[in-house]
């Protein structure tokens, strides 16, 4: 039973280039979140999708890239990686927006150099 | 704007019970959740709270005041596997999720 996973799990970059996180959840949930967590800070939403086919904006989109071509694929693309996106990047999914608990992948260290 | 606090960190002792609060000011209010996070993990849900009053789980209590923008977690008969962060987070009006920066709970023997 996999619930959520991250590929990959760490992963250091330079300055420019580009790369792309992928979650995949095999519990047919229908939202799916990306988050990032920096130090001192709550987890905050980058992006996130209600459905198969629909991707929306959180609170910090700027500099990142979502799809959701199948529902349980979701991936987070950086076209252009900056050190303020050094990181822990978190994916999770949830069957339906009012239900409770969120399942959290188990995360992706992004350096930024 | 929306705010959730808590203690950045606290200490007990194994064996003890300790209290972590979490107080809010959200865009609406649609339910507060407690997780637990290891380092170097992921959250993991522990409770969830709607209406006021007291969740018990096991070891672990979630209490709301919904009036006074309020919860704690309660942990009793702490275990040193418990040192961990507490997460607290808010569902707000639009169903998001607005999560504060944890409680880093250290446990002594």
């Known amino acids: 039973n996999a619930g959520v996973t991250q590929t990959p799990k760490f992963r250091v970059l330079k300055t420019g280039q580009s790369m792309t996180l992928l979650c995949a959840q095999d519990m047919n949930h229908e939202y799916m979140y990306w988050y990032r967590q920096d130090p001192g800070m709550g987890l905050r939403l980058i992006h996130y999708s209600v459905g198969e086919g629909t991707t929306a904006k959180g609170e910090v989109p700027d500099g990142y890239n979502v799809s959701r071509l199948k529902k349980q694929n979701f991936l987070l693309g950086l076209e252009s990686a900056a050190p303020s996106q050094t990181s822990v990047y978190f994916c999770a999914s949830q069957p339906g927006v009012d239900t409770g608990e969120l399942f959290f992948g188990e995360g992706s260290r992004l350096t930024v150099l | 704007g929306q705010n959730i606090d808590q203690p950045t960190e606290m200490t007990a002792t194994e064996g003890a019970i300790v209290q972590i609060n979490c107080t809010y000011q959200t865009s609406g209010f649609n339910g507060l959740f407690w997780y637990q996070q290891h380092a170097g993990e992921a959250p993991t849900f522990l409770s969830y709270?709607?209406l006021d009053g007291l969740e018990e789980k096991g070891r672990f209590s979630s209490f709301l005041s919904r009036s006074k923008g309020y919860s704690y977690l309660l942990l009793k008969e702490l275990q040193m596997k418990d040192s961990a962060s507490y997460l607290c987070a808010v569902r707000d009006s639009n169903y998001q999720l607005i999560w504060g920066a944890g409680t880093k709970l250290i446990i002594k023997p």
């Open positions: 709270n709607v």
